[in-house]
């Protein structure tokens, strides 16, 4: 079946401007994360969802960043008010559930210019 | 807070050649998992094998083995009969029991030399 897809593949911005970046579960994958993995800071958490449970937001670096799932399906990662240490590859993995092997989509490469 | 550290950024081997990837972490936790993720320049990590923390045999999958001590807090990766298709960046991760979220080590760039 189809995997963890993510649009767009690139993003470029302009710093202050705000984006939306998207995932797509694996069909029927309750548990769904965020994580962010840039040059300076490695491979970093920011956000799981799982099922309908609160969301454990713990990773995210500062208010500007915010996720939402849909339906218990799609998710979007908004960043707000970008800045250029915001660069970095968004990773969005899902798993049928939070304790079972977590399947990555290709990422989203995002610039702040 | 639990950490991983992976203290080889990069790391070499000759094809059909056996290489081990290291891999340190720090919990005070009794029920964790630990994972070896790849990732390829096409950038989708890709699981290459888990350990359950509870286990006392070491993982295997095929030409991937791990070599776990608990007390010690190592985990390292071996890779048998290297092949070109190996080369690429290795994490390794922790994940406490009751949760999803992974915490990746910094990685090592595996290159395979023909």
């Known amino acids: 079946g189809a995997g963890v897809s993510q649009s767009p593949s690139n993003k470029v911005t302009e710093k202050g401007k705000d984006v939306e970046l998207r995932c797509d579960p694996i069909s029927g994958h309750t548990a769904l994360y965020w994580y962010r993995q840039s040059l300076g800071q490695g491979l970093e958490f920011l956000i799981y969802?799982?099922?309908?449970?609160?969301?454990?937001k713990s990773g995210l670096p500062s208010d500007r960043f915010s996720a939402e799932r849909t339906g218990g399906s799609v998710s979007t990662l908004t960043i707000q008010r970008t800045q250029q240490e915001d660069s970095a590859v968004y990773l969005c993995?899902?798993?049928?559930?939070?304790?079972?092997?977590?399947?990555f989509g290709p990422g989203t490469r995002l610039t702040v210019l | 807070a639990q950490t991983v550290t992976q203290s080889q950024p990069e790391m070499s081997v000759q094809e059909a050649e056996t290489v081990t990837l290291s891999c340190t972490y720090d919990?005070?936790?009794?029920?964790?998992?630990l994972f070896w993720y790849k990732q390829p320049p096409s950038r989708q990590m890709i699981l290459v094998i888990r350990?359950?923390?509870?286990?006392?045999q070491n993982a295997t999958e095929n030409r991937f083995s791990v070599n776990f001590q608990k007390a010690a807090k190592s985990f390292s990766l071996k890779i048998s009969d290297s092949q070109l298709g190996d080369a690429a960046m290795y994490f390794c991760?922790?994940?406490?029991?009751?949760?999803?979220?992974?915490?990746f080590g910094q990685g090592t760039t595996l290159q395979v030399k023909p």
């Open positions: 993995a899902s798993s049928s559930r939070q304790n079972n092997e977590q399947f």
């Open positions: 350990q359950e923390a509870y286990k006392q």
């Open positions: 969802f799982q099922g309908n449970s609160a969301p454990d």
């Open positions: 919990t005070s936790e009794s029920d964790y998992y």
């Open positions: 991760a922790y994940r406490r029991g009751n949760t999803g979220k992974l915490i």
